[in-house]
């Protein structure tokens, strides 16, 4: 059972930048295609970007895209999350969620349910 742990939220004024981090509990992590999602209270879970396990491939939800960029560093066996030009409405719970190669089906990137894996989630604010 892979456990993953997220880093890096915080609170940020409109317009920052932040870089959140989702290391998991063993190697190594290629194995696994990585996803981010987030959540706020009464609402779904919302895809926000998804990277394939060889890091080929990537995906970005509209609302992200152009200003954010998700990537992975085999050496530090962990996977990241980049927004910038951060807005108010950014603001969430940000899940990282992990995949196996052997069950990752890339048409389902923005699928929670098909990620098998999940962290305990890190609170990104966006205000002044």
């Known amino acids: 059972q892979v456990q993953l742990f997220e880093s890096g939220g915080g609170l940020v004024q409109p317009g920052g930048s932040l870089s959140l981090s989702c290391e998991p509990s063993?190697?190594?992590?290629?194995?696994?295609?990585v996803a981010w999602f987030r959540q706020t209270p009464g609402k779904e879970r919302e895809f926000v970007a998804t990277?394939?396990?060889?890091?080929?491939?990537?995906h970005y939800a509209d609302s992200v895209k152009g200003r954010s960029t998700i990537s992975r560093d085999v050496v530090k066996n962990t996977a990241y999350l980049q927004i910038d030009n951060l807005k108010p409405a950014d603001t969430a719970v940000y899940y990282c969620?992990?995949?196996?190669?052997?069950?990752?089906?890339?048409?389902?990137?923005?699928?929670?349910?098909?990620?098998?894996?999940w962290g305990q989630g890190t609170q990104v604010t966006v205000s002044t």
């Open positions: 969620a992990a995949s196996s190669q052997y069950l990752f089906d890339v048409a389902h990137y923005n699928v929670p349910g098909k990620f098998e894996y």
């Open positions: 063993e190697r190594p992590f290629r194995k696994y295609a």
């Open positions: 990277v394939t396990w060889t890091g080929a491939s990537t």
